[in-house]
């Protein structure tokens, strides 16, 4: 199974950078995750409306993908919740994952609609960066506690 994050723009602070690649290098050993940037701003570096964001992210969902929104408003799972996920998708035949990271004025009502399983990691406020390193640490953590690793406790 292939997971894809579609993200608007690249990750501003280092640090997180080098989160989510060392965690993009442990997933290695799992599965295959892409992360996918594309342009969040328009002409003159404004930023795009939510619904030309929503536009960009759709136009670039991967056919036939099981699509996740990144919403405040979703469901909220415990690491295990998503471990559990990840093997109803792998038992189902899922051959692919698309998660949808919006801009800083959320998703678009069109996006979300199109979304198979809005996923809410906090009522808490977080950057888009931030979402993007928590996004795959909870990924690894899955695929751990899919393994009985120790990684998860």
């Known amino acids: 199974m292939k997971h894809e994050i579609l993200l608007l723009g690249k990750i501003k602070d280092s640090f997180i950078a080098e989160g989510v690649e060392e965690y ?11 992360l996918r940037y ?9 930023l795009l409306s939510t619904e030309q964001e929503g ?13 996740v ?15 559990e996920q990840v093997i109803n998708w792998e038992n189902t035949g899922t051959r692919s ?4 990271i919006g801009g800083p004025l959320g ?11 809005r996923l809410s990691f906090s009522k808490m406020t977080f950057t ?3 979402v993007r390193l928590l996004l ?5 953590r899955a695929y751990t506690i899919k393994a009985g690793e120790k990684y998860h406790k």
């Open 136 to 140: 795959v640490e909870q990924l690894y």
């Open 107 to 117: 998703l678009s009502p069109s996006l979300l609609a199109r979304a198979d399983l």
């Open 38 to 46: 594309l342009k969040g701003k328009g002409k003159k570096g404004a």
């Open 69 to 83: 929104a990144l919403d405040v408003q979703g469901k909220n799972l415990s690491s295990e919740g998503l471990a």
């Open 97 to 100: 994952v698309c998660y949808l």
């Open 55 to 67: 536009e960009l992210l759709l136009a670039n969902v991967p056919a036939n993908a099981f699509v």
């Open 24 to 34: 993009l290098k442990r997933l290695q050993h799992y599965t295959k995750v892409e």
């Open 128 to 130: 888009h960066d931030m």
